[in-house]
């Protein structure tokens, strides 16, 4: 498959710099064998009592760091923990990040570069490990919002409550599962009382998602590995719902792909803790999830292809096209689609 046949034009003035306020009034396209414009208060109503709705807990770290070596601006986004006191990070201006050159953020917060990697990311030793560098973080940290998101370089101390979904648990993500951005206190009660169900699983997503697809192929795409679970009250939660027939709602993509990475080969789900880099693009054979709700994708991103496989590739360029037409609002902070699984 080309990756151009992914592609599609968006007006730059479709990309939400805010979200929406309540959270539950953004705008959610219902996606079957129809389209259907609705808001995502509106969610109770499109679900059936038993229901299972599946959520992501992961909360986002304020990863990215401003400092400076010798005299010099730099920044760095911090994107996979590799032990108590050492990161992998994205880093610029990269020519700065040479092996030995010290980083200082904050007369509290320093790393040492110690290490270089193929793809431009450098890893980071930090002066402090452990629980006194997650605090250090919590102090100095910038949420890592999207390139798309316009901020200043100081970031807007709004983004702290924001950028983090209402069932933001377990720390450890460089991006937001947006999905989740859209929950109220108000939908989930409204949820609870329609007799729809909720399990929690982690993925705490990464900075690769935001990383463009380069190849010309979708075959010769690499995907980036993210660190989920699926522990043993969600495994059973899904399998109890399977069993009875009941419909299994991915919230967001980061959902989808771990119930998918962990299913077995009858569609039950077994227990999981580890890193997945599962690739699901059009000809996939889903074995977990019925329907989806998930935000405005980027065009030619790994994204757009995960929903273009769930619910068929005419169906979601038909949809993205009426988006447009009546100006949805795109990517994280935007609105939502409550997606239908296409035919296998």
Not at 92 to 99: A, I, Q, Y
Not at 166 to 176: E, K, P, T
Not at 289 to 301: G, K, Q
Request: net charge positive.
């Amino acid at each position: 498959m080309k990756v151009a046949d992914f592609d599609f034009d968006l007006p730059t003035r479709l990309i939400a710099q805010a979200p929406m306020a309540p959270r539950d009034a953004s705008r959610m396209l219902v996606v079957g064998a129809s389209l259907e414009d609705a808001f995502v208060r509106d969610l109770p109503g499109r679900l059936e009592p038993g229901d299972l709705l599946v959520v992501n807990d992961t909360r986002v770290i304020p990863a990215r760091l401003a400092g400076r070596i010798d005299q010099a601006a730099a920044e760095t986004t911090l994107i996979k923990r590799e032990g108590p006191a050492l990161w992998k990070a994205l880093a610029k201006p990269g020519r700065k990040f040479k092996p030995g050159a010290r980083v200082a953020f904050a007369p509290d917060l320093s790393a040492e570069v110690v290490g270089r990697g193929d793809g431009g990311d450098v890893t980071l030793a930090f002066n402090l490990s452990g629980t006194a560098l997650d605090a250090a973080l919590a102090r100095h940290g910038i949420m890592p919002l999207p390139p798309y998101i316009k901020r200043p370089k100081t970031g807007d101390p709004a983004d702290r409550r924001d950028y983090q979904t209402l069932f933001a648990a377990r720390d450890g993500a460089v991006a937001a599962p947006t999905a989740g951005l859209h929950f109220t206190p108000a939908l989930v009660a409204a949820l609870k009382a329609r007799g729809v169900a909720t399990a929690a699983v982690t993925l705490h997503v990464g900075a690769g998602t935001f990383l463009p697809v380069k190849t010309e192929t979708v075959e010769d795409h690499r995907m980036h590995a993210e660190w989920g679970e699926v522990n043993e009250a969600a495994a059973r939660a899904v399998n109890a719902a399977k069993a009875a027939g009941r419909r299994i709602v991915a919230v967001g993509s980061t959902v989808l792909r771990l119930l998918e990475a962990a299913a077995r080969v009858d569609g039950t789900v077994a227990p999981f803790a580890g890193e997945t880099d599962i690739f699901i693009v059009p000809g996939y054979r889903f074995k977990v999830v019925d329907r989806m709700l998930t935000n405005f994708h980027l065009p030619r991103s790994t994204l757009f292809m995960l929903v273009c496989a769930f619910a068929g590739t005419e169906t979601m360029k038909r949809a993205y096209a009426h988006a447009i037409a009546r100006e949805y609002r795109f990517y994280s902070y935007g609105d939502c689609c409550l997606l239908h699984r296409g035919p296998a």
